[in-house]
């Protein structure tokens, strides 16, 4: 008898069995069956293959963790936030009387400038300013602080915005200490102010931004809105009241002539502006797979944008990588990946039309003019703030790291890359084709090395943002990131310790 081995696949097939029938069964068990017995060798033993031993995970230096930790963005809240800090403790001491005596000037001078950093006309402008007048003739140290500075203005935002809400806490406070002087109005507007301010500040900070997003788009821009009409009600009362003598001065002359009324005004024209620019767009959607929706509008846009779009005028709204050729384009698109409930309604119920910000607000990779040549490496769906400088400048390489790309986001996208791209500056990984991530930092100082950049930047989730960012600051490679907060327990996007932009 031949020995059976399945591993060696010798086991010999098992008898054709007939349809149960108990006549039968019982004529089968009245006769002497013999039942094949199988040896196997007594020297075979199985060997179970042991588990592989996990890659140990690399060190990264408490310099690189600190340097990488503490970015121009903190670096800058620490700054505003700090000398106002040193103001307000002056001023309650009573060591600073120019503050207490403008106290209005400090509240609002601060809120309106935590509101220009997050506007998006002032940002294009000075976008504009720092590529048309330090594209690639300075240091390339000079080059890398402005693109550090651009992105990292949320720092002054925030450290303004709390500011601003501190030193309108003290203002409110030194009104009650005054009650016998102060007009009742004046007091219950105070009030009123400070608690429009702070519910539109808290409902901005990052676990309720990311975790709650519409109850801070709620909270944030319609209390802020209040916010903002309480401040003119309290400003106005406030500059018109004569604590001596106790009466109003109506005169509309006499009004102007406070700081505090034209930093308001300022506010007001700052948070209004964008509103401007809001159209109702047709839009094609096209839904190459159940993960990714590619929203397609008219016109072609510059490279480095980011577009806001929303099924409401006033809601919801939610902002996107810009795809285009360029400016002569006759298309632009944003890549949607499918996630939340505004995303999944991409693909439920195609809207024929869509909400959108006319003027587009800048991202990193505007900047990418200031580089004679860089590297563009982004995951997944991060290819929709990535690609569009690939696409208009030949002096950028473009990594892109995802899972089967071509059928995922489909032949726009697809055409796009291979109409433009050639393989000398073109890296696309297919992790589902190649069994596996790559060696992410060694594909990246291969790439920066042959092609000769100066800079790379990254579009990536929270953990591959972060490896890359930590591997090229030990490597010495100048990168920038997507920007991130993170609180203990949660990986959220931006680090706006607070975000005081009520548009």
Same mark, same amino acid.
């Given at each position: 008898?031949?020995?059976?081995?399945?591993?060696?696949?010798?086991?010999?097939?098992?008898?054709?069995?007939?349809?149960?029938?108990?006549?039968?069964?019982?004529?089968?068990? +009245?006769?002497?069956?013999?039942?094949?017995?199988?040896?196997?060798?007594?020297?075979?033993?199985?060997?179970?293959?042991? @588990?592989?031993?996990?890659?140990?995970?690399?060190?990264?230096?408490?310099?690189?963790?600190?340097?990488?930790?503490?970015?121009?963005?903190?670096?800058?809240?620490?700054?505003?936030?700090?000398?106002?800090?040193?103001?307000?403790?002056?001023?309650?001491?009573?060591?600073?009387?120019?503050?207490?005596?403008? /106290?209005?000037?400090?509240?609002?001078?601060?809120?309106?400038?935590?509101?220009?950093?997050?506007?998006?006309?002032?940002?294009?402008?000075?976008?504009?300013?720092?590529?048309?007048?330090?594209?690639?003739?300075?240091?390339?140290?000079?080059?890398?602080?402005?693109? /550090?500075?651009?992105?990292?203005?949320?720092?002054?935002? +925030?450290?303004?915005?709390?500011?601003?809400?501190?030193?309108?806490?003290?203002?409110?406070?030194?009104?009650?200490?005054?009650?016998?002087?102060? =007009?009742?109005?004046?007091?219950?507007?105070?009030?009123?102010?400070?608690?429009?301010?702070? &519910?539109?500040?808290? +409902?901005?900070?990052?676990?309720?931004?990311?975790?709650? =997003?519409?109850?801070?788009?709620?909270?944030? @821009?319609?209390?802020?809105?209040?916010?903002?009409?309480?401040?003119?009600?309290?400003?106005? $009362?406030?500059?018109?009241?004569?604590? &001596?003598?106790?009466?109003?001065?109506?005169?509309?002359?006499? $009004? !102007?002539?406070?700081?505090?009324?034209?930093?308001?005004?300022?506010?007001?024209?700052?948070?209004?502006?964008?509103?401007?620019?809001?159209?109702?767009?047709?839009?094609? !959607?096209?839904?190459?797979?159940?993960?990714?929706?590619?929203?397609?509008?008219?016109?072609?846009?510059?490279?480095?944008?980011?577009?806001?779009? /929303?099924?409401?005028?006033?809601?919801?709204?939610?902002?996107?990588?810009?795809?285009?050729?360029?400016?002569?384009?006759?298309?632009?698109?944003?890549?949607?990946?499918?996630?939340?409930?505004?995303?999944?309604?991409?693909?439920?119920?195609?809207?024929?039309?869509?909400?959108?910000?006319?003027?587009?607000?800048?991202?990193?990779?505007?900047? +990418?003019?200031?580089?004679?040549?860089?590297? @563009?490496?982004?995951?997944?769906?991060?290819?929709?703030?990535?690609?569009?400088?690939?696409?208009?400048?030949?002096?950028?390489?473009?990594?892109? %790291?995802?899972?089967?790309?071509?059928?995922?986001?489909?032949?726009?996208? /697809?055409?796009?890359?291979?109409?433009?791209?050639?393989?000398?500056?073109?890296? $696309?990984?297919?992790?589902?084709?190649?069994?596996?991530?790559?060696?992410?930092?060694?594909?990246?100082?291969?790439?920066?090395?042959?092609?000769?950049?100066?800079?790379?930047? %990254?579009?990536?989730?929270? %953990?591959?943002?972060?490896?890359?960012?930590?591997?090229?600051?030990?490597?010495?490679?100048?990168?920038?990131?997507?920007?991130?907060?993170?609180?203990?327990?949660?990986?959220?996007? @931006?680090?706006?310790?607070?975000?005081?932009?009520?548009?």
């Amino acid at each position: 008898m031949n020995i059976v081995d399945p591993e060696k696949g010798t086991l010999d097939p098992l008898p054709l069995r007939t349809p149960f029938d108990e006549k039968n069964e019982k004529a089968a068990l +009245s006769q002497d069956l013999t039942i094949p017995t199988f040896e196997l060798p007594k020297s075979k033993e199985v060997v179970i293959a042991p @588990r592989p031993t996990p890659k140990p995970k690399k060190k990264v230096p408490k310099w690189v963790l600190f340097v990488l930790w503490f970015n121009t963005y903190r670096k800058f809240f620490t700054f505003t936030f700090g000398l106002n800090m040193i103001g307000l403790t002056l001023a309650a001491s009573g060591h600073f009387p120019y503050a207490v005596k403008y /106290s209005g000037a400090m509240v609002v001078g601060n809120l309106n400038f935590a509101i220009l950093m997050r506007n998006e006309v002032f940002g294009r402008l000075l976008y504009l300013f720092v590529n048309t007048c330090f594209a690639k003739w300075p240091p390339l140290w000079f080059r890398l602080g402005c693109t /550090s500075v651009l992105q990292h203005l949320g720092g002054i935002h +925030s450290g303004c915005a709390l500011s601003g809400v501190l030193w309108l806490l003290l203002k409110v406070i030194n009104n009650f200490r005054h009650l016998d002087v102060n =007009h009742d109005a004046v007091l219950i507007m105070g009030v009123v102010t400070n608690l429009a301010v702070m &519910i539109s500040a808290l +409902s901005a900070f990052p676990w309720v931004r990311n975790t709650h =997003h519409n109850v801070f788009e709620r909270h944030h @821009r319609f209390v802020g809105w209040i916010g903002l009409i309480a401040t003119w009600a309290f400003v106005i $009362l406030g500059d018109t009241y004569d604590p &001596i003598t106790r009466t109003w001065n109506l005169n509309g002359v006499a $009004l !102007i002539r406070h700081q505090d009324f034209w930093f308001t005004m300022g506010m007001t024209v700052f948070i209004a502006l964008p509103w401007f620019f809001v159209r109702e767009v047709e839009v094609d !959607i096209e839904l190459p797979s159940a993960k990714v929706a590619i929203i397609r509008f008219k016109r072609g846009m510059q490279q480095g944008l980011l577009g806001r779009v /929303s099924r409401s005028s006033i809601m919801e709204y939610h902002a996107f990588g810009i795809v285009s050729e360029g400016r002569d384009a006759k298309y632009h698109y944003m890549i949607a990946g499918v996630q939340g409930d505004f995303t999944k309604s991409l693909v439920n119920d195609p809207p024929k039309t869509i909400w959108t910000r006319e003027l587009k607000f800048a991202g990193v990779s505007n900047t +990418s003019t200031l580089y004679t040549r860089g590297i @563009r490496i982004c995951t997944g769906t991060g290819i929709g703030a990535a690609l569009s400088t690939c696409l208009q400048s030949p002096y950028w390489y473009l990594i892109w %790291i995802g899972s089967d790309q071509e059928k995922t986001f489909g032949p726009t996208i /697809s055409g796009l890359i291979h109409k433009h791209l050639g393989p000398e500056r073109l890296v $696309l990984w297919d992790s589902k084709l190649r069994g596996g991530r790559p060696d992410t930092m060694k594909l990246l100082k291969e790439a920066y090395t042959t092609w000769n950049a100066e800079v790379v930047f %990254i579009t990536s989730n929270y %953990i591959g943002n972060t490896e890359i960012m930590r591997g090229c600051k030990e490597a010495g490679i100048p990168a920038f990131g997507t920007l991130w907060d993170f609180v203990r327990g949660f990986h959220i996007r @931006r680090p706006q310790l607070l975000t005081l932009h009520i548009q």
